[in-house]
Each structure stands twice: as C-alpha cells, then as structure tokens.
C-alpha cells in the first residue's frame, strides 16, 4: 500500500510539477509588488481624499475614458488604479494618489498580452493562468492538488516515535541519493503545515462568493426597483464615500463601483480595524446614485464568524494579515514548494539513471 501511494506521489508530483513551479515562483514575486510600485512611483502615502477623487475622475474622463471603478492597488491608502470602461476588447488602468489627485501613469489592464506589462501578466497568470473565471477555477482545483500530495509526503515520510530530530536535522556526511533524500524530508517537514495553510486558503478564497451566496451570508445588493432609476446624472464620488465612512467611520476607503443604468448605486468597499485584510476591506456599502442614501451595508466585522473567516482567506493567502514578517513568510512558503519541487526531481533524476545503469550491467 505505502508503494502504491509513493509511485502516485512520484507520478502526481511529475505531471503538475512545472503548474507548481510557475505558481510558486509567481507568488514569491508577487508577494512585494504592491509596495516596490509604490516607492517607484513616489506615492505621497497620506489619507486618500474625496475631494481629491472628483477631480482626478474629471480629468481621467477628459483625458483617458470613462472610469468604471477604482480599487486599493499599493500598500498604503493613497494608491489606487482606476479602471476604464472596456472598448473593442481592451481595458485601460489608470494609477492616481487619491490624496491629492495627481495621475501616475496607465496600462493596459485586458486586451492583447503583447501590450501588457510583465509584471501584470504574472498577476494574471498567478490568479487565473490567464484565462479568466474559468483559469481561476483551474487555479484553485491545482492548489487542492496540491495540498494533497503534500500531505500524502507527510504520511509517507512520518517519523516514528523518538525519530522527529533525526529528520528535522538532516546527519552530516552523507552524499548522493541519501543527502538529497534526508534534505527533501527535512526541508518538506520544516514549512509543511504553513504551506498547506497557504495554498488552502488561496485555493477556497476563489470561491468566497459562491460560498457566501450558498450560505447566505455575505453582502446583498440592493433590488433595483428599491432604487431610483430617473436619468439624472449621479452624486460625485465624493458624496457616496462621505455617506459610506459615515456609516462606519473607522473605515478606509478600499474599493469604489461607479453607478451604470442597470445598476445605479455605488458599491463601496471599506476597510475596518477588525478585518485581516489591510488594504482591500469588504466591509461593503451601497450608496444611491440620486439621493446619497445608503441602501444596505455588511461588514465581516459585525458578520457571522463563518463569514469572518471567508472573508480573512486572501489576507491569510498572501500574507497581508500581518504586515512585512507576514509577507515574508509567504515569500519563504513559495521559495520552499521552488525547493522541494527541485528536490523532488532531482532524487527522480538520480534513480532514473540507476535504474538504466542496472538494466544495462544486466545486459
């Protein structure tokens, strides 16, 4: 039986090996981006400004499109990217400092990869394999994988009673197959139960709305007919982030959907002292584009615990809960699956070219 299952490890491990490779390695770069962005692109990294959003908005629309909705995209409250309305397949961002206005360059958020950035690539690719809805599905089946061969190595290589410091510790001297086997233990036994944690919470993080929609406990958008739907133009921006933070004054501004005809409201995302997340909080509120009135609210904070812990996933995922030594645990967790997947193909490597030695001496 434990044959069976060290040949279905091998053979499991060998046939995604290369998926796990790219995800780790995508992780490990991702995990710092947001805050080196930052620094290159002299964010002022005070309190963003309602003020400040009305009148980089005007300009945005004079100069680039119309804006569709804004979110969190450096470390500090200040950076946000501004996403266009889509035109014949192609999707710009804008980069602001929402505290005071100033435009920071553009992108291209969707369209051709050949006119991406590097950089946003990896993103997509670490999320979704470039593929959407469908690619981030594929992205969290990879995931659950691989916590399961994981945690298949660890029932395999368990150590016996009075027998944990010996594979913890590798014995010094021993070379060739035995030197990598003892290592890949070690190091599979160091970092295991923080890579399984990981991997877990960003493999079911990708289903947090189904998984709130099903268990009824996330946040509800209002019924359209609630709604006025006379074809005034909508509040500024500014008026809807006032009627949201007054709602829940200790929040930040997280996340802004401008209203459209089919749904005219502001969605507002916060973030609040109780969430894990530290920049993109889903204490969320939807605000009426005509009156200013605030339709519903939800906050993780004052929600049901399954639905706090729902929500924390993509915090626990990328180490956001925690500030730096968070992230850079995250970092160590993908520089270790690079490592023993590295191992791993190395000590199949060396026994391939045993098993033809042997064959051929045979011969």
């Known amino acids: 039986m434990k044959f069976r299952l060290i040949r279905w490890h091998r053979y499991l491990s060998l046939a995604v090996l290369a998926v ?38 005007a300009h945005i629309k004079r100069d680039y499109g119309k804006p569709t909705e804004m979110f969190a995209g450096g470390d500090g409250p200040a950076r946000f990217d501004v996403l266009l309305e ?8 804008v980069w602001i400092d929402a505290a005071d206005g100033r435009i920071l360059g553009s992108d291209l958020w969707s369209g051709p990869f050949a006119e991406q950035r590097w950089l946003h690539l990896i993103f997509e690719f670490h999320n979704s394999f470039l593929n959407g809805k469908t690619g981030k599905k594929i992205a969290s089946v990879s995931g659950v994988l691989l916590v399961t061969n994981l945690l298949l190595a ?27 086997f003892v290592w890949h233990r070690a190091i599979g036994l160091w970092f295991l139960p923080i890579g399984v944690v990981l991997i877990l919470a960003g493999s079911i993080m990708i289903w947090r709305g189904e998984l709130e929609g099903a268990l009824e406990i996330g946040p509800l958008p209002p019924a359209v007919s609630e709604i006025s739907t006379a074809s005034n133009p909508p509040l500024p921006p500014s008026t809807a982030i006032a009627a949201a933070t007054a709602r829940y004054p200790d929040g930040k501004l997280a996340v802004l959907v401008l209203p459209s005809e089919a749904k005219p409201w502001f969605l507002i995302r916060l973030t609040r002292p109780g969430e894990l997340r530290r920049t993109l909080g889903t204490t969320t509120v939807y ?35 925690g500030g730096f030594p968070s992230r850079l645990l995250v970092l160590a967790t993908g520089v270790w699956i690079i490592t023993m997947i590295i191992l791993g193909v190395a000590l199949w490597l060396d026994r391939q070219r ?10």
């Open 154 to 180: 660890l029932w395999m290589v368990w150590p016996r009673h009075g027998k944990w410091r010996e594979n913890l510790i590798p014995r010094q001297g021993l070379k060739g197959t035995s030197a990598i």
């Open 20 to 57: 796990w490779m790219l995800q780790a390695a995508s992780g490990v770069i991702l995990t710092f981006h947001r805050g080196v962005e930052d620094r290159i692109m002299g964010v002022s990294g005070k309190e963003s400004d309602p003020e400040a959003i009305d009148r980089v908005f």
């Open 86 to 93: 889509e035109n014949e397949g192609r999707q710009i961002r």
């Open 287 to 321: 605000v009426d584009a005509l009156t200013g009135e605030i339709q519903s609210a939800w906050s993780p904070v004052d929600a049901p615990k399954l639905a706090y812990i729902i929500d924390s996933l993509y915090a626990v995922h990328t180490g956001e809960w």
């Open 354 to 363: 045993k098993q033809r030695t042997r064959r051929d001496s045979t011969q």
